[in-house]
T-cell receptor, first 111, second 114 residues
Framework: GEDVEQSLFLSVREGDSSVINCTYTDSSSTYLYWYKQEPGAGLQLLTYIFSNMDMKQDQRLTVLLNKKDKHLSLRIADTQTGDSAIYFCAEGGGATNKLIFGTGTLLAVQP | DSGVTQTPKHLITATGQRVTLRCSPRSGDLSVYWYQQSLDQGLQFLIQYYNGEERAKGNILERFSAQQFPDLHSELNLSSLELGDSALYFC?????????????FGPGTRLTVL
């Protein structure tokens, strides 16, 4: 079946690194995505990783993919208060291009 | 700004009514997707259109329908509304129909059914 799970909440101090984790079940997913949702706003694409990659770095963001364990993580270096938001992982690209979203992780950054 | 526009931003209506949500994709994108975000169901895929044709269907109720017009904008029609239909409805667009196309999301329409 299709199921994407995330922990619900993460609290970090400003300047620390944040690691948000995600597990997924559909091994046919071609891409895995991270989206950010700020209060009252839409979904902003942060980054994505192709399923045959292990790691992707994009400025302060590092995505790690363990395909064997179907585990995806997003590391945000030097976390800022502006990073406070809900972060969704999503799998896509299988038989259709529909995205299967996780439950979202609320990241709270303490000053 | 993703380039995807949605109107209206907010919609308040009563049970039993019908509403239409509108989406304009990014310039050049041929695919439009609709998603529903609610507290109990999370973010769920509803339906995809590619170049005017229905491409994929998700957990879309029979009371809901969608279409994509020749100018590629899309409308999501919700009828016989129930309290449980209150949610944030997102539209996304991508260049093609394939499994490798990144989706860019609009700001959403918040529907409140009273």
């Amino acid at each position: 079946g299709e199921d994407v799970e995330q922990s619900l909440f993460l609290s970090v101090r400003e300047g620390d690194s944040s690691v948000i984790n995600c597990t997924y079940t559909d091994s046919s997913s071609t891409y895995l995505y991270w989206y950010k949702q700020e209060p009252g706003a839409g979904l902003q694409l942060l980054t994505y990783i192709f399923s045959n990659m292990d790691m992707k770095q994009d400025q302060r963001l590092t995505v790690l993919l363990n395909k064997k364990d179907k585990h995806l993580s997003l590391r945000i270096a030097d976390t800022q208060t502006g990073d406070s938001a809900i972060y969704f992982c999503a799998e896509g690209g299988g038989a259709t291009n529909k995205l299967i979203f996780g439950t979202g992780t609320l990241l709270a950054v303490q000053p | 700004d993703s380039g995807v526009t949605q109107t209206p931003k907010h919609l308040i209506t009563a049970t039993g009514q019908r509403v239409t949500l509108r989406c304009s994709p990014r310039s050049g994108d041929l695919s439009v997707y609709w998603y529903q975000q609610s507290l109990d169901q999370g973010l769920q895929f509803l339906i995809q259109y590619y170049n005017g044709e229905e491409r994929a269907k998700g957990n879309i109720l029979e009371r809901f329908s969608a279409q994509q017009f020749p100018d590629l904008h899309s409308e999501l029609n919700l009828s016989s509304l129930e309290l449980g239909d209150s949610a944030l409805y997102f539209c996304a667009s991508s260049g093609g129909a394939g499994g490798t196309d990144t989706q860019y999301f609009g700001p959403g329409t918040r529907l409140t059914v009273l």
